[in-house]
């Protein structure tokens, strides 16, 4: 059985077409094929590619713990998309992966000019074809698209609702100016490599880090009481002063605390990093 789409983000929608392609295969086999790069970031202006959610191997992780068997990664270009929608129902999900069946989504659209849907499919090779519907949450659809707004607005609490899990950035911790530690909150500096980092605020976290869980505050942003340039995630975790440099990180956002703004000085700025730590801790009791 064969689900196709971008995947981004592996969302509650997606969740949907690997649930019924799990359902429709029954003890057979459920591959997700999907492309890289996205068809989007190929074919579409510069200014109107989209950042992604998240890089390729996590997204291939995300679809195999979801119900996937097997993740094909097809490579996305210019060929690729001038491939009629009945050359590409004969060449890929008929000789290539030997399709049994399929699922696709709601506004699921392939071929040369978006040409075919789901019908086609049914037509050139008449197998059976699940279109399944949109999931909706607060009366609209999920889609990577409405994540990526949440994200950009701050709102990581609604994003994990669409997700169906947390929203998470990974990296590496790096050496920072280590300013947080004279002000009595040291923090890790996450050089992300992966993962759509937020809008700047303060969150409420949690971190994967050392094979531990830890809770903590993050700071996103441009450090402004100190003129800073440049995005960069800051998290100091509640309760712990080991050293972790130089190891791998993952940050999980639970609820936005407050947007970024500059303070007219270190007592101001201390002052309210200690209300943050507050409100955080305060999230994290409440979301275990």
């Known amino acids: 059985?064969?689900?196709?789409?971008?995947?981004?983000?592996v969302h509650l929608g997606h969740r949907a077409l690997l649930a019924a392609a799990r359902s429709m295969a029954g003890d057979g086999q459920v591959c997700a094929f999907t492309f890289n790069p996205s068809p989007r970031d190929v074919l579409a202006p510069p200014d109107k590619r989209q950042p992604l959610l998240q890089l390729m191997d996590e997204r291939v992780d995300a679809l195999l713990r979801c119900g996937a068997d097997q993740v094909i990664v097809e490579p996305f270009d210019r060929a690729m998309a001038a491939l009629e929608a009945a050359d590409f129902c004969i060449e890929i999900l008929r000789r290539r992966l030997g399709a049994t069946g399929v699922v696709v989504g709601w506004d699921f659209r392939f071929g040369h000019g978006r040409a075919g849907d789901a019908g086609v499919i049914e037509r050139v090779l008449g197998l059976?074809?699940?279109q399944v519907g949109g999931v909706e949450v607060d009366g609209a659809v999920v889609s990577s698209s409405r994540i990526r707004r949440c994200l950009a607005d701050g709102d990581v609490a609604l994003a994990a609702r669409l997700l169906g899990r947390?929203?998470?950035v990974a990296g590496v911790v790096e050496h920072g100016d280590q300013r947080g530690r004279t002000l009595g909150f040291p923090t890790a500096n996450v050089g992300v490599t992966g993962g759509l980092v937020p809008a700047n605020g303060v969150y409420a976290v949690r971190a994967l880090v050392g094979g531990v869980v830890r809770p903590g505050v993050a700071n996103v942003g441009t450090r402004p009481t100190f003129h800073g340039s440049g995005v960069r995630v800051e998290v100091h975790l509640f309760d712990f002063a080991g050293d972790v440099y130089d190891a791998p990180i993952r940050v999980d956002f639970i609820e936005r605390v407050r947007e970024e703004r500059p303070f007219p000085g270190l007592d101001a700025l201390v002052a309210q990093i200690k209300a943050d730590a507050v409100v955080a801790r305060a999230v994290l009791a409440e979301r275990p």
């Open 166 to 168: 947390q929203h998470d």
């Open 128 to 130: 059976p074809v699940v």
């Open 1 to 9: 059985m064969v689900t196709i789409g971008n995947f981004d983000g």
